[in-house]
């Protein structure tokens, strides 16, 4: 079992930043990836951003650009870095990670993160 901790949402004006951070704990061993989801008001759960246990990064295309994902291995967290952010960045925003050979995913109890136009 893996536990996750989200924290850093919050609401910012168009244009502003925030960091979100996911700390993990319990059984880290065999972890594949971990990442950013999020949903929308009547939307289904996209995949934000993601970094794999090699290090490798994949984002949407929508966030490409303006946000980075990070991992502190020592610590077991992982952050998004979201700059440049729009409305259409408003949404729940959700921790998660891989574990596994089946990918069997985690997930945190997510983060709202409001923009203002």
């Known amino acids: 079992q893996v536990q996750l901790v989200e924290s850093g949402g919050g609401l910012v004006q168009a244009g502003g930043s925030l960091r979100l951070s996911c700390a993990a704990s319990g059984s880290m061993s065999s972890i594949n990836s971990m990442g950013w989801f999020r949903q929308a008001p009547g939307k289904q759960r996209e995949l934000v951003a993601i970094?794999?246990?090699?290090?490798?990064?994949n984002y949407a295309d929508s966030v490409k650009g303006r946000f980075t994902i990070s991992r502190d291995n020592a610590k077991n967290t992982v952050y998004l870095q979201m700059n440049r952010l729009q409305p259409e960045d408003t949404a729940v925003f959700y921790c998660a990670v891989s574990k596994g050979i089946v990918n069997i995913y985690y997930w945190g109890q997510g983060t709202q993160v409001t923009v203002s136009s």
């Open positions: 970094i794999h246990s090699s290090g490798r990064t």
